[in-house]
C-alpha cells in the first residue's frame, strides 16, 4: 500500500515543481505549488512526521502561498489576466541544475547512511516541544526575537509617515 | 470507527492491500459526503426559518411554482438544492476556463478533509489524529487559496475585491483562533480530538461540568475569541464585507452559478460545522453530557455533539439577523486591536493560573 501511495504523491510533487518552473502564467505557477507544498507534506507523513505534515501545510500554503498570491495580485494590473513571465538563461541554468542533480544523486547514493533499528514514533509532538523548551530553548527564543523584529519591521515600513 | 481499523479488517478480507486502503477511504468519505449534504439541506431550511422568525415572517410555507413545497415548506431546500442543480452551468468568456473549474473543489477539499479528525461519539470519528486540531487548523487554509484562484479567475473587479477582502480576513482571523485553540492544547496537554475531549470529564468547582470553558476565566473568554473568529473564518455577517451584496454584487462568486455555486455554498455550511465543531471539542466537552455520568452512553455521545453543534450553528444565524455588517477598517481593527491582545492575555492568564491553582 505504502509504496504505491509513496510514488503517487512523489510524482505530484516533483511534476508540480515542474509546472511551477516551466509555466509561463505566474499565477499557474503559483498554483501548482500548492500541490508541491501538498506533496511534500505527503511525504513528511511517511517519514512519520506528522506533526511536520501539518506545519508545512499550515505555513507554507496557508502563510506563504497566500502572501505570494498577494503579492502577484497587488503588483500587476490586478484586473489582467495575463500576468507572464519569461525565463532567461535557460542553457545555463540547466547545466548548473543537472550538475547539482547529479551531485546529490552521488552524495545521496554514496553517504552510509546511519540505520537506526526503532520502533517507528506514533507521537512526534510531545518529543518535538520538550526538546525545544530545553535543549534548542537558545534558537528557538533567538527565531522568536527575529520574527518579532520583522513583524515591527513590516509594521514600521507600511505606516504613513507623520 | 478509525480508518486504521477498517485498512487493517479489509486487509484481512480480500488480501489486496492498495484495494483495501481505497475502500477504506471511500467507505469513510462517502458518509462523510452525504452527512454534509444532508445537513446542508437541514442549515438551510434552518437559516430560512430562522431568518423568517427573527423579522417576523413565516418563510417557506408550501408555495412555489408549480411545484407544492411540502407541509411549512419543508421540501423548500430540496427545491434549492434540485435547482442549484439543474441550472445552466456558465463560465464567463473572459474567464480563466481551467482554474475557474478548479477554485470550487479547492474550497470545498479544505472544507471536506476536516470532517476526518471531527469526533461525532465516543467511537466515530475517520481518524484520531495525534495532531487532530492543528490538522484541521492547517487543512482549513486550503479554502482561502481556493477563494483567491476564484476570485481571480472569474475576470471580475468585484470577484478580485472580494476574494482579496476575504483571504485578507481568513488569514487575519486564523491567528486569534488558533491563539485561542493554543489555550485548550496548554490545558489538555495534546492536540488529539479525542485526548481533548476525555480531558472534559466529570465536575469542575463542585456543580459544572468540566468542560474547558468553565475550567477558569480565561478560558472563557477564551472561548468567545475563538467563536468570532470562527464566525469570520466563515466570512459569515456581521464579518461578510467579502462578498457585501450592496457593494461588490456577491464578491467571490459572483460570476459563478449553478452546480459550481452549489460547491461555495456547501464549502460555507461546512465550514460552519467545522468551526462549531472544534468549538464544541476544545471548550464545551465534546460528546460529554451536560450532566457528567448522566447519557453518556455512545448513541447520547452523537446527540450531545450534534446538539451542541447545533446550538452554535443556530447562534451563527442569530448573529447574521441581528448585527449590521461591519466596515472593512473594522473588521482589521476588531482582529489585530481587540482579540489578539485578548488571545495573547488568555494564553498568559491560563499559564499563571495552571501554576497558582495547580490544575
Redesign the interface.
Known amino acids: 500500500?505504502s509504496s504505491?501511495?509513496f510514488w503517487i504523491i512523489a510524482f505530484v510533487a516533483i511534476g508540480s515543481a515542474f509546472i511551477v518552473v516551466l509555466n509561463k502564467n505566474l499565477?499557474?505557477s503559483a498554483?501548482a505549488l500548492?500541490f508541491t507544498f501538498m506533496g511534500v507534506a505527503g511525504l513528511y507523513v511517511f517519514l512519520w512526521a506528522?506533526?511536520m505534515a501539518?506545519?508545512q501545510?499550515?505555513i507554507y500554503?496557508?502563510?506563504i502561498?497566500?502572501l505570494i498570491?498577494?503579492g502577484i495580485?497587488l503588483t500587476n494590473r490586478?484586473?489582467s489576466?495575463n500576468i507572464s513571465h519569461s525565463n532567461y538563461h535557460q542553457g545555463i541554468g540547466a547545466v548548473i541544475v543537472i550538475g547539482i542533480f547529479f551531485i546529490l544523486g552521488w552524495m545521496i547514493l554514496e553517504t552510509p547512511w546511519l540505520r537506526i533499528v526503532e520502533q517507528e514514533p506514533?507521537?512526534?509532538?510531545g518529543k518535538i516541544g520538550r526538546l525545544l523548551m530545553t535543549e534548542y530553548l537558545l534558537p528557538f527564543e533567538v527565531a522568536s526575537v527575529l520574527l518579532l523584529a520583522a513583524l515591527i519591521g513590516a509594521a514600521m515600513l507600511s505606516r504613513k509617515a507623520n | 470507527m478509525t480508518v486504521d481499523v477498517l485498512i487493517d479488517w479489509l486487509a484481512n478480507l480480500v488480501d489486496f492491500p492498495e484495494l483495501a486502503f481505497i475502500l477504506a477511504v471511500l467507505i469513510c468519505a462517502i458518509p462523510a459526503f452525504l452527512f454534509i449534504a444532508v445537513y446542508a439541506l437541514v442549515a438551510i431550511y434552518g437559516e430560512l426559518k430562522i431568518s423568517s422568525f427573527m423579522q417576523d415572517k413565516v418563510g417557506p410555507m408550501g408555495q412555489g411554482p408549480g411545484l407544492h413545497a411540502g407541509k411549512w415548506g419543508l421540501l423548500q431546500p430540496v427545491a434549492d438544492a434540485l435547482k442549484l442543480l439543474l441550472k445552466e452551468d456558465i463560465i464567463p468568456a473572459s474567464a480563466d476556463t481551467k482554474l475557474f473549474i478548479l477554485a470550487p473543489f479547492i474550497v470545498f477539499i479544505g472544507a471536506f478533509i476536516s470532517f476526518a479528525a471531527l469526533p461525532f461519539n465516543q467511537n466515530l470519528i475517520i481518524a484520531d489524529m495525534n495532531i487532530g486540531v492543528f490538522y484541521i487548523l492547517a487543512v482549513s487554509s486550503l479554502g482561502v487559496i481556493g477563494l483567491i484562484v476564484a476570485g481571480w479567475s472569474s475576470n471580475n473587479k468585484w470577484s478580485l475585491y472580494g476574494a482579496m477582502r476575504s483571504s485578507a480576513q481568513i488569514v487575519s482571523y486564523e491567528i486569534p483562533a488558533a491563539l485561542s485553540i493554543v489555550v485548550v492544547i496548554m490545558l489538555t496537554g495534546t492536540l488529539s480530538m479525542q485526548g481533548i475531549i476525555q480531558h472534559q470529564d466529570g465536575l469542575v468547582w463542585g456543580i459544572l461540568p468540566n468542560w474547558i470553558i468553565f475550567q477558569n476565566p480565561f478560558t472563557f473568554l477564551a472561548f468567545f475569541v475563538f467563536f468570532i473568529s470562527g464566525v469570520s473564518e466563515c466570512n459569515r455577517t456581521p464579518f461578510d464585507i467579502p462578498e457585501a451584496e450592496s457593494e461588490l454584487v456577491a464578491g467571490t462568486f459572483t460570476e459563478y452559478s449553478g452546480m459550481r455555486y452549489a460547491f461555495f455554498f456547501l464549502s460555507e455550511y461546512a465550514n460552519m460545522f467545522i468551526v462549531s465543531g472544534v468549538a464544541a471539542v476544545g471548550f464545551l466537552g465534546g460528546w460529554h453530557s451536560p450532566i457528567p455520568g448522566f447519557l453518556e452512553a455512545p448513541g447520547w455521545g452523537l446527540f450531545w455533539f450534534l446538539f451542541k453543534v447545533g446550538m452554535l450553528i443556530f447562534v451563527m444565524m442569530w448573529f447574521r439577523w441581528t448585527f449590521p455588517r461591519l466596515r472593512v477598517d473594522q473588521l482589521m481593527n476588531i482582529c489585530w486591536k481587540v482579540l489578539l491582545p485578548m488571545a495573547l492575555l488568555n494564553i498568559f492568564g491560563v499559564g499563571i493560573w495552571t501554576v497558582l491553582a495547580g490544575r
Do not use: A, R
Request: charged share 5%; aromatic share 14%.
Open positions: 500500500m504505491v501511495l499565477f499557474y498554483i500548492v506528522d506533526f501539518g506545519v501545510v499550515m500554503v496557508g502563510g502561498l497566500v498570491l498577494f495580485m490586478i484586473s489576466v506514533t507521537q512526534t509532538v
